[in-house]
């Protein structure tokens, strides 16, 4: 089923479930929170896409986005004097872009990007019972090397039963850069992510037990819901 979403490109990937706060600026994503707040609470969302080229902030600045996203519910905002907000979203769903809406074309021109999008399904898939199990340990391992190194996952809590709430809290925890955390995100079922993610818990774990220091740290901010 396709809908019209707004749309706010981010240099991070949202996954559902997972908590993001948000310091908006920009006048065009202060007009996003504002026509946000002119609808009911449960009417508050818009989508969030990773940038695949270019940056955050400016006109012209994002060049190219992903193509897969994922819902973000507005659940907290906090309203300055000058006009900028904090907010804190929740991810929901996944979609994928349909079109870009062009905002030159229309007779009441909106300031920040909208299209038009699909849902799209949550599946478990086959085989979840042998790799939540692999999961599970693997990333509770991951979690102890981790701390070895003097690093602790902001608020990650016991990983759950259920494969897709699963794979979804270790994409989200892992430590990898934009390009993997976008294919976790795409992966086609629970089960495919799952699988995936047990590759790169292995390959991870492997790579700090042989490295003397870690050299990235999870994003702040972020915690898996």
Known sequence: MSEKLALFPLGTVLFPGLVLPLHVFEERYRALVGHLLEHPEEERRFGVVAITLGHEVGAGAVQEMADVGCTAELREVQRYDDGRFDIVVVGG???RIDALEDADAQEDPFPYPRADVTVLPEEAGADTDVLTGWVDVLFRGYRVVLRGHGIALHEVP???EDPVRLSYLVAASLILDRREKQ?????ADAAARLRREVRLL??????????PAVPATPEKGVSPN
Do not use: G, K, N
């Not at 390959?203 to 037990?209: A, V």
């Open 202 to 211: 292995r390959r991870e774990i492997s790579l700090l037990r042989l490295m």
């Open 93 to 95: 769903q996944r979609f």
């Open 158 to 160: 016991d990983p759950p």
């Open 183 to 187: 294919e976790l995100l795409e992966a």
